[in-house]
């Protein structure tokens, strides 16, 4: 392990397991997820850790999946609270916040539709996205069936993850 990787990841690896858990439900709020990525410790550097993290989340149930949507808000709509988690939903949600009216009145409808199809909230890895690419990704996602849209919310879920993740150890 290189030394800049050693300091990076130290206070990461100095915490004790449940303490390593809380932080890393932030990032991701599946239990079984946090559970299984800070049981690897320690790690080599921050790759091996979006490693660890990417292969969890490939394995994880669906109903650990549905654990993590609960903790994002919808689309356009601000996350609440002081803690890590709000503040990153809030700055990677950015561009939908600042929408125009109308286009955020559009994401509402297609939000609603969304939870109406697959019953739960529409997760995108927005950062960098305009909110009219999120609409339009919104819009076509809700012809997928249900084996495809979960495929497609893993990896979103995937995405996000491994932005939080990366934040918080580098």
Not at 120 to 134: D, T, Y
Request: proline share 3%.
């Amino acid at each position: 392990m290189r030394e800049s990787s050693r300091s990076v990841l130290a206070p990461f690896h100095a915490l004790p397991g449940a303490a390593a858990e809380r932080e890393l439900l932030a990032c991701c709020a599946s239990p079984v997820w946090a559970a299984a990525v800070a049981a690897g410790r320690p790690y080599d550097d921050v790759d091996a850790v979006l490693r660890a993290s990417d292969m969890e989340l490939a394995v994880l149930g669906w109903d650990e999946i549905e654990k993590a949507l609960s903790a994002h808000p919808r689309i356009g709509e601000r996350a609440e609270g002081q803690g890590r988690e709000a503040a990153w939903s809030r700055r990677e949600q950015s561009a939908a916040a600042t929408a125009d009216a109308t286009v955020l009145a559009e994401l509402a409808e297609a939000n609603a539709e969304y939870e109406r199809v697959f019953d739960r909230v529409f997760l995108i890895c927005a950062s960098g996205l305009s909110a009219a690419e999120i609409l339009a990704n919104l819009n076509a996602r809700l012809g997928n069936d249900e084996q495809a849209e979960r495929a497609v919310v893993r990896e979103e879920l995937r995405k996000i993850v491994r932005l939080r993740l990366e934040r918080w150890l580098s």
